[in-house]
C-alpha cells in the first residue's frame, strides 16, 4: 500500500507542536495524526478550534509504546513523522530527570526502530520520499561566553542539564539511524521559542501571568543569562521548509536572531503590561523584579547561527522580539480562560517546589 499525504505528528497538543498543526492544518492542509500523551504539559484545549475539523486526529498515547506507534504508522500510512514529543522543561529535569531519560531517550528510539520497520516496507518511490523530522534544541550544544561566535551545526555537543543530555541523546539515535540504516531523517535545533500557547513554566508566559497578578518575578542568579528568542509561528515555518525541501541527515539550525538577557525581557514584559493593563496600586511592575537562587549549571547564554537554513532554503524569521513580544502579552491577556484550563493542582504543587524556597532565600 502507498504512503498517504497524512503526516504523524507527536507532542502536537504541546506548545510548539499545538502551533504546528494549527498552522499546518490553515496552511497546508493535508490530514495530521496528533500522538501525544497529554502529560502536564499536554492541552487539547489548545486545539480547541480543530475540535470539529476532520482533518486533525489527536490519539491520546505513549511514544515509549511500540505496538501504538507501529500500528498507527500501519493504518494512516504517513509520508511523514514530525517529532516534538519530549519532557522539555530544564527545572524540571533537575528536580526529577527520570521521565526525561524515557521520553526523550527511549521514546525516540521506539519512534526510530517503528519507523524503521514502517519504512523498510514501502515501495522504492516512497522510500524516497518519506522523511523523519526530529525537533531538537540548541541546549545540545552547552553554554557561550560573551565573546564566543554563536552555534553552528558543527558546533560540538556538551549538553549541561538532565533535559539537554537527553536531547543529545536522542539527536545522536536519529543521526545513528541516517547513518547505518539509511531512515530518511531531518534534525533542527533551536533557541528559545514563545509565543501563544506555552505552559507557563517557562519564563515568559510566567513572568506575564505574575506580573499580571502583582506577584514577584523570580529572576534567577543576576539575569544577565542571555537567550536567542524566536516567535513560535517562526519556528514552525522553519520546520515546514526543512520537512519540504532539507537535505535528507542534515542538521539545521533555527534561531530569531533576538539575543536579550533575562533581565530585560522581564522589564520589557512588566512596561508592556504597565501600558496594555494598567493597574494603579502596583504602579510600575518592574519594581515586582526579585532576583533568586540561581538554577544549577545554568548555561550563561545562547546564540545560533541560522545561516545555514537561510542559505539552504531561504528561510529566516519573520517577526522582530518586541513586536511579538507585545502579540504574545495580547494572547495571553485575551486568552486567561486558556490559563486557568491549566493551572491545576499540580501545576501549583510544581510552583510551589520550585520557587517556594528560592524566594524564602
Ligand atoms: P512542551 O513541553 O510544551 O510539549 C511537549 C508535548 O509532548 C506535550 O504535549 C506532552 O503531552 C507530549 N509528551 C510528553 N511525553 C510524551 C510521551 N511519552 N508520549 C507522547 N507525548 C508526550 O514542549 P515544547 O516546548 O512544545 O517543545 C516541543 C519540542 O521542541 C521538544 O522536543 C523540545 O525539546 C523542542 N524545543 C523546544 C524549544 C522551546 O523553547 N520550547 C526550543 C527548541 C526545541
Ligand atoms: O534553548 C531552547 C530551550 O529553551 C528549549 O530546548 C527548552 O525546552 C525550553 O524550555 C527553553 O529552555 P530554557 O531553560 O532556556 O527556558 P526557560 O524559559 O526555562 O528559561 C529561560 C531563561 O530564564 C533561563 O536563563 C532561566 C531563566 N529563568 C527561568 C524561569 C522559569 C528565570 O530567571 N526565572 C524563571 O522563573
Known amino acids: 500500500m502507498p504512503i498517504s499525504d497524512t503526516i504523524l505528528v507527536t507532542g502536537g497538543a504541546g506548545f510548539i507542536g499545538s502551533n504546528f498543526v494549527l498552522a499546518w492544518v490553515e496552511t497546508v492542509g493535508t490530514p495530521v495524526v496528533n500522538l501525544d500523551a497529554l502529560t502536564y504539559a499536554g492541552n487539547p484545549a489548545s486545539l480547541d478550534c480543530l475540535s470539529s475539523d476532520g482533518r486533525q486526529l489527536l490519539v491520546q498515547g505513549d511514544i515509549c509504546n511500540a505496538e501504538l506507534v507501529g500500528s498507527l504508522l500501519r493504518e494512516h500510512r504517513p509520508r511523514a513523522?514530525?517529532?516534538?514529543?519530549?519532557?522539555?522543561h530544564v527545572d524540571r529535569s533537575i528536580v526529577a530527570?527520570?521521565?526525561?531519560?524515557?521520553t526523550n531517550v527511549q521514546g525516540t528510539f521506539t519512534l526510530l526502530e517503528q519507523a524503521k520497520s514502517y519504512?523498510?516496507?514501502?515501495?522504492?518511490?516512497?522510500r524516497w520520499a518519506f522523511r523523519f523530522l526530529h525537533v531538537s534544541t540548541d541546549e545540545v550544544y552547552g553554554s557561550l561566553g560573551a565573546a564566543d561566535p554563536a552555534f553552528c551545526e558543527t558546533t560540538p555537543y556538551a549538553p549541561n542539564s538532565p533535559y539537554a543530555a537527553s536531547k543529545a541523546a536522542s539527536d545522536h539515535l536519529v543521526r545513528a539511524y541516517y547513518h547505518t540504516f539509511g531512515l530518511p531523517v531531518l534534525t533542527t535545533n533551536c533557541s528559545n521559542n514563545y509565543g501563544p500557547f506555552q505552559f507557563?513554566?517557562?519564563?515568559?508566559?510566567?513572568?506575564?501571568l505574575n506580573a499580571?497578578?502583582?506577584k514577584p518575578l523570580p529572576v534567577y542568579g543576576d539575569g544577565a543569562n542571555v537567550r536567542d528568542w524566536l516567535y513560535v509561528r517562526d519556528h514552525?515555518?522553519?520546520?515546514?521548509?526543512?520537512?519540504?525541501?532539507?537535505?535528507?541527515?542534515?542538521?539545521?539550525?533555527?534561531?530569531g536572531n533576538s539575543e536579550r538577557m533575562n533581565l530585560d525581557v522581564v522589564t520589557a514584559i512588566c512596561d508592556l503590561l504597565d501600558e496594555m493593563s494598567p493597574d494603579p496600586r502596583l504602579g510600575s511592575r518592574r519594581k515586582l523584579v526579585t532576583f533568586v537562587k540561581d538554577r544549577p549549571g545554568h548555561d550563561r547564554r545562547y546564540a545560533?547561527?541560522?545561516?545555514?537554513?537561510?542559505?539552504?532554503?531561504?528561510?529566516?524569521?519573520?517577526?522582530?522580539?518586541?513586536?511579538?513580544?507585545?502579540?504574545?502579552?495580547?494572547?495571553?491577556?485575551?486568552?486567561?480562560?486558556?490559563?486557568?484550563?491549566v493551572r491545576t493542582g499540580a501545576y501549583l504543587r510544581w510552583i510551589e517546589q520550585n520557587y517556594k524556597e528560592r524566594l524564602a532565600t
Open 200 to 208: 507557563p513554566e517557562k519564563l515568559i508566559p510566567l513572568m506575564i
Open 119 to 126: 519504512w523498510s516496507g514501502l515501495s522504492e518511490a516512497d
Open 97 to 102: 530527570p527520570d521521565a526525561f531519560i524515557r
Open 236 to 255: 514552525c515555518s522553519a520546520i515546514h521548509a526543512v520537512l519540504a525541501r532539507g537535505r535528507i541527515g542534515e542538521t539545521y539550525n533555527v534561531g
Open 81 to 88: 513523522i514530525v517529532h516534538f514529543a519530549a519532557e522539555s
Open 212 to 214: 499580571l497578578e502583582g
Open 304 to 341: 545560533i547561527d541560522a545561516s545555514k537554513i537561510a542559505r539552504e532554503l531561504g528561510w529566516t524569521p519573520a517577526e522582530q522580539f518586541e513586536s511579538g513580544l507585545r502579540r504574545t502579552v495580547r494572547w495571553y491577556l485575551d486568552h486567561l480562560d486558556w490559563v486557568e484550563n
